[in-house]
């Protein structure tokens, strides 16, 4: 039905519409779309008004139904009075369901402090009828998780308040957290296990929501206000704790998600206050330490979530390049973690070790050992930082008794087959290996505690036999050794950790306890050697360069030393493979590698080839300096005052030493001796210096009981200007190996040490002092509390006793059983070093200047010996033969020639050393054989003046010129004469 307007019919304009268009179809379409959403959009807002106007009327109406609720609770709260919890039920659960964070803060209050009086009075009445009545005993399921829900949120609330009102919110929260003061007793068979499974059930319920932030928060920084109290600390533990450690998560995924997030959280915040466990008590510090265990499963490389691994390497050594100024040195809450991380290992080792607290020790030194990956740790051991607080977990974790008691929790590992390849992983425990990693950390970077750590772990455990065993049979190993780089990340630390503290230990062991094989066999020994010579050559072509390497080749020299003295491993077991029979020149990629091997590991060329090297270094050096004869330096020397006049004339000369020198000698009449100086005449007068020189009646040097000889500790009394002078002795003997003119100077073993570079240690000290050797060795194995001994040592010079401290403040330091090795080591170094240490150190300067230290650093100190001596034994008579020239009517064939080399053939060794002292004043065969004598070896046939007959020639002895190493025979009759007259 339609009415009005509707209708009427369309007006219709029929006037002429000239040049105007109809609309289109499409435009027709389009515009009535455009209407029909336009009428849909005015429907949605009418429909959207119609529900915000109903929403507010909803509102409006609870929070009128709100406010009268309020109304009569304040009056409920006024003027009821309690006689126990179960009748505050009806209050407690509408203040949680009308709760307002913004309006019902004091009626909150109000409600706690209530419930903390009510409980309170509960308590007392316990302690009256000395009762143990639960503050509300739950006999359902039902009732049971209905005050589950309300105390759920009332604790939540609290929670939130905790800050604001302390003094009420605390005390609830510490009251009602115990799941304690709660009863359940369930009617039925099984009421005991339903009870059980109830009581847990609830107290998740109750406690789900309090490991959230805000309370972790809360308590951290009231932590931080309160750090002195050390009682209101622990209860703030125990809140926290109860929180988390009575929820345990349930079945559902999301809700294990949450509480393991929670208790994260709430570890992490708690652990990052500054000097957490100097302010907690020991039952907060266990109680903190058993719930810290959830952070040890983090990964704290996502601190870094935007970071590679390696980018954080390539980062930290970037810092490592910095100045020391510039270390950062503020600590900041990732550092405090790991601070208190190491507090709680500290409680956690406490224990005796079992399967779970193997489990627990495992986890805590895992999340250690990551988190010092990315922590950037240098600036905690450098000079300027002083925060005593932060170091002290750290100081305690390396003290003997911690580190031997985390030892305790890694047992060692059953009996391994041999010939099975296995990986580090299978091999040793994984906590075993964390710890490895964190001790070698320590000893690499903390100054303070290198040596300290070091002897924790060296004595009195089994560390260093327990990791060379487990991992000379791993696959990491064997690889490292093939191929000098790509190990896994487990075998660095180890290897690195074993090299040092065997290094540690070998520093204080002497020779007797070496080879009594304390510690490794001989097999053992040289399977060793053969392994770390071969990683050490690998990691040299493969030009890798780190504190592994350096400390294996440490290692490695020091067993090479111990093997100079007394040989325990064949010579070719220190050779590689490719370098034994092969021009080193060839065998290596490039001159700077050679030089690298020659430097450092020297042991794996053999020794003709670097003797060779050596000379020929030499040779192009004096060639250089000595081409042009008439650029010669001239000294004219009185052989009665020879040391004086060889001072005053060529020690300025410094590097011009190296030229070619003319001697003139003055005779003891004070005539000028007749001759040229071919070389002859200063070969013999560098012989007589050298012999004059080291006379221990000039004062300059003294014997060992062996008759080797060192600088005198106390040559500036006996020569005030000492110094000068042991420079000019090291320049003198430079030149003899310059010129390689052999010397007999038999110098002491522990002071051709310090022409290498190197330091002495406890077996050195056998040569100098038995007696004190024997008494040192004494000490380490004896009860020393009672000895009344202090780090000091007392010198003798001259009829004078001098006390010097051996440390800082040492007469005030006890020498103890657990400090004894480190007594001992300082007292052979006092020795064998301090004490020569002046007058080694200008030796080495004058000596430097003719021959570089690196040239010799190639040697041993027996090596080094044989360059300056010669070779010791018997002489090759087949070389002596082939490069010995004659003179005077003699040669090769001549019968007294023939006789000459029979008989020195079958002279003993000491006979035949005597005929070279006596032909080329040196008693050792030269080092590069005869042919490297010069002038050669000449043998003259001596014809006696006024002798005709064979008898009269027999009479007479042989001669000799030593600087021309020229020998002046007669032509004797018959072997047996020779053999007479040349040892008359």
């Known amino acids: 039905?339609?009415?009005?307007?509707?209708?009427?019919?369309?007006?219709?304009?029929?006037?002429?519409?000239?040049?105007?268009?109809?609309?289109?179809?499409?435009?027709?379409?389009?515009?009535?779309?455009?209407?029909?959403?336009?009428?849909?959009?005015?429907?949605?807002?009418?429909?959207?008004?119609?529900?915000?106007q109903k929403v507010w009327r909803r509102i409006r109406a609870s929070r009128r139904t709100d406010?009268?609720?309020?109304?009569?609770?304040?009056?409920?709260?006024?003027?009821?009075?309690?006689?126990?919890?179960?009748?505050?039920?009806?209050?407690?659960?509408?203040?949680?369901?009308?709760?307002?964070?913004?309006?019902?803060?004091?009626?909150?209050?109000?409600?706690?402090?209530k419930i903390t009086s009510l409980y309170n009075?509960?308590?007392?009445?316990?302690?009256?009828?000395?009762?143990?009545?639960?503050?509300?005993?739950?006999?359902?399921?039902?009732?049971?998780?209905?005050?589950?829900?309300?105390?759920?949120?009332?604790?939540?609330?609290?929670?939130?308040?905790?800050?604001?009102?302390?003094?009420?919110?605390?005390?609830?929260?510490?009251?009602?957290?115990?799941?304690?003061?709660?009863?359940?007793?369930l009617v039925g068979d099984n009421n005991?296990?339903?009870?059980?499974?109830?009581?847990?059930?609830?107290?998740?319920?109750?406690?789900?929501?309090?490991?959230?932030?805000?309370?972790?928060?809360?308590?951290?920084?009231?932590?931080?206000?309160?750090?002195?109290?050390?009682?209101?600390?622990?209860?703030?533990?125990?809140?926290?704790?109860?929180?988390?450690?009575?929820?345990?998560?349930?079945?559902?995924k999301e809700e294990s998600k949450d509480f393991k997030g929670n208790a994260f959280h709430f570890v992490w915040e708690i652990l990052s206050i500054k000097n957490l466990f100097g302010k907690l008590n020991v039952q907060s510090q266990v109680m903190l330490a058993n719930l810290s265990t959830i952070l040890f499963s983090f990964n704290p490389q996502s601190l870094f979530p935007n970071e590679s691994a390696s980018n954080l390497v390539l980062k930290r050594s970037r810092m490592d390049m910095e100045e020391e100024e510039k270390i950062p040195l503020e600590t900041t809450r990732n550092d405090w973690i790991l601070s208190n991380s190491f507090g709680i290992s500290i409680i956690l080792e406490k224990p005796n070790p079992d399967q779970r607290g193997t489990n627990l020790m495992t986890a805590s030194l895992q999340f250690i050992d990551k988190l010092m990956r990315v922590c950037y740790t240098k600036k905690y051991f450098s000079k300027s930082f002083v925060d005593s607080e932060f170091l002290e977990p750290l100081r305690k974790f390396v003290v003997v008794s911690s580190i031997k008691s985390m030892l305790n929790f890694f047992p060692v590992q059953p009996n391994l087959k041999t010939g099975e390849e296995r990986s580090i992983q299978k091999t040793f425990p994984t906590g075993f290996l964390h710890l490895c990693s964190i001790i070698i950390h320590f000893q690499s970077n903390w100054e303070e505690q290198k040596s300290p750590l070091l002897n924790s772990i060296s004595f009195g455990t089994s560390i260093v036999r327990r990791l060379w065993i487990g991992m000379s049979g791993t696959v990491e190993l064997s690889q490292l050794a093939a191929e000098g780089?790509?190990?896994?990340?487990?075998?660095?630390?180890?290897?690195?950790?074993?090299?040092?503290?065997?290094?540690?230990?070998?520093?204080?062991?002497?020779?007797?306890?070496?080879?009594?094989?304390?510690?490794?066999?001989l097999d053992e020994l040289v399977k060793m050697i053969s392994i770390l010579k071969n990683i050490a050559y690998k990691?040299?072509?493969?030009?890798?360069?780190?504190?592994?390497?350096?400390?294996?080749?440490?290692?490695?020299?020091?067993?090479?030393?111990?093997?100079?003295?007394?040989?325990?491993?064949?010579?070719?077991?220190?050779?590689?493979?490719?370098?034994?029979?092969?021009?080193?020149?060839?065998?290596?990629?490039?001159?700077?590698?050679?030089?690298?091997?020659?430097?450092?590991?020297?042991?794996?060329?053999?020794?003709?080839?670097?003797?060779?090297?050596?000379?020929?270094?030499?040779?192009?050096?004096?060639?250089?300096?000595?081409?042009?004869?008439?650029?010669?330096?001239?000294?004219?020397?009185?052989?009665?005052?020879?040391f004086e006049d060889a001072i005053s004339k060529l020690n300025h000369l410094d590097q011009r030493l190296k030229k070619r020198i003319q001697v003139e000698l003055v005779g003891e009449n004070g005539m000028l001796e007749a001759g040229v100086d071919g070389g002859g005449v200063f070969k013999e007068f560098l012989t007589q210096l050298l012999k004059t020189a080291y006379n221990t009646e000039y004062g300059l040097f003294k014997e060992t009981h062996s008759r080797a000889l060192y600088p005198n500790p106390a040559s500036s009394m006996v020569v005030p200007d000492d110094s000068e002078q042991f420079e000019f002795l090291g320049k003198i003997l430079g030149k003899a190996i310059y010129e390689r003119i052999l010397v007999n100077i038999p110098?002491?073993?522990?002071?051709?040490?310090?022409?290498?570079?190197?330091?002495?240690?406890?077996?050195?000290?056998?040569?100098?002092?038995?007696?004190?050797?024997?008494?040192?060795?004494?000490?380490?194995?004896?009860?020393?509390?009672?000895?009344?001994?202090?780090?000091?040592?007392?010198?003798?010079?001259?009829?004078?006793?001098?006390?010097?401290?051996?440390?800082?403040?040492?007469?005030?330091?006890?020498?103890?059983?657990?400090?004894?090795?480190?007594?001992?080591?300082?007292?052979?170094?006092?020795?064998?070093?301090?004490?020569?240490?002046?007058?080694?150190?200008?030796?080495?300067?004058?000596?430097?200047m003719i021959i570089s230290p690196e040239l010799l650093r190639m040697f041993s100190q027996d090596e080094v010996h044989r360059i300056i001596c010669g070779n010791p034994g018997r002489i090759d008579i087949e070389d002596m033969k082939k490069y010995a020239i004659y003179s005077g009517g003699y040669y090769a064939d001549h019968p007294a020639i023939i006789l000459f080399w029979s008989m020195l053939s079958k002279f003993t060794v000491d006979q035949q050393q005597k005929f070279l002292m006596f032909v080329t004043s040196c008693s050792r065969p030269p080092l590069m054989g005869f042919k490297s004598v010069n002038p050669p070896f000449c043998i003259h046939k001596a014809i006696p003046t006024?002798?005709?007959?064979?008898?009269?020639?027999?009479?007479?002895?042989?001669?000799?010129?030593?600087?021309?190493?020229?020998?002046?025979?007669?032509?004797?009759?018959?072997?047996?004469?020779?053999?007479?007259?040349?040892?008359?």
């Open 747 to 848: 110098f002491a073993n522990f002071f051709i040490a310090k022409l290498l570079g190197k330091v002495n240690f406890i077996s050195d000290l056998s040569s100098l002092d038995p007696v004190l050797y024997k008494n040192l060795s004494y000490l380490k194995t004896a009860d020393v509390d009672d000895l009344s001994l202090n780090f000091t040592v007392t010198d003798n010079d001259f009829g004078e006793n001098e006390v010097v401290e051996l440390i800082r403040s040492g007469k005030d330091i006890a020498v103890t059983n657990e400090n004894k090795h480190r007594y001992v080591a300082y007292v052979a170094n006092h020795k064998l070093n301090v004490q020569i240490k002046r007058q080694s150190a200008a030796f080495l300067k004058g000596f430097g």
């Open 192 to 252: 005991q296990q339903e009870s059980n499974v109830l009581k847990k059930k609830c107290n998740n319920i109750m406690t789900s929501q309090l490991g959230g932030g805000e309370l972790v928060s809360s308590i951290r920084n009231l932590m931080m206000k309160f750090s002195t109290d050390k009682n209101f600390l622990h209860l703030l533990m125990t809140i926290a704790v109860r929180s988390l450690q009575f929820s345990s998560p349930s079945k559902s």
């Open 539 to 642: 990691m040299f072509v493969a030009d890798r360069n780190d504190e592994l390497r350096e400390s294996i080749v440490s290692l490695l020299q020091q067993l090479y030393d111990r093997n100079a003295r007394k040989t325990f491993c064949n010579e070719m077991h220190w050779l590689v493979d490719g370098l034994r029979f092969m021009d080193i020149d060839s065998a290596l990629a490039s001159r700077s590698l050679d030089q690298e091997i020659l430097k450092n590991i020297p042991f794996v060329v053999p020794f003709d080839v670097r003797i060779a090297k050596f000379y020929e270094a030499i040779d192009d050096d004096r060639n250089n300096n000595q081409s042009d004869y008439f650029n010669t330096e001239r000294a004219r020397i009185r052989r009665e005052y020879i």
């Open 1 to 52: 039905m339609f009415f009005g307007d509707e209708r009427e019919k369309p007006k219709i304009s029929f006037r002429s519409q000239k040049g105007a268009s109809l609309p289109s179809r499409q435009d027709f379409v389009q515009t009535s779309q455009q209407q029909r959403e336009e009428r849909h959009r005015q429907k949605l807002r009418e429909n959207s008004s119609k529900t915000i």
């Open 946 to 984: 006024g002798a005709i007959s064979s008898e009269e020639v027999d009479s007479y002895l042989p001669t000799a010129s030593t600087c021309m190493n020229f020998l002046k025979m007669p032509a004797y009759s018959n072997e047996e004469k020779m053999r007479e007259k040349f040892l008359y």
């Open 485 to 521: 780089r790509g190990e896994s990340q487990e075998i660095a630390p180890l290897l690195l950790l074993f090299t040092k503290c065997y290094s540690h230990l070998l520093f204080t062991m002497d020779d007797e306890e070496f080879f009594q094989q304390t510690v490794f066999n």
């Open 67 to 113: 406010e009268e609720e309020r109304k009569r609770w304040d009056i409920e709260i006024k003027s009821a009075s309690w006689n126990d919890l179960e009748s505050m039920h009806s209050t407690i659960s509408r203040l949680s369901l009308f709760y307002s964070k913004r309006i019902d803060l004091n009626r909150l209050d109000l409600l706690c402090e």
């Open 121 to 185: 009075s509960h308590t007392a009445s316990n302690q009256a009828s000395k009762t143990d009545r639960k503050v509300i005993v739950f006999t359902t399921r039902e009732e049971a998780l209905k005050w589950a829900i309300v105390f759920k949120r009332i604790l939540s609330h609290s929670s939130q308040r905790l800050t604001e009102n302390l003094q009420v919110h605390f005390r609830f929260l510490l009251f009602f957290t115990n799941p304690d003061i709660f009863g359940y007793e």
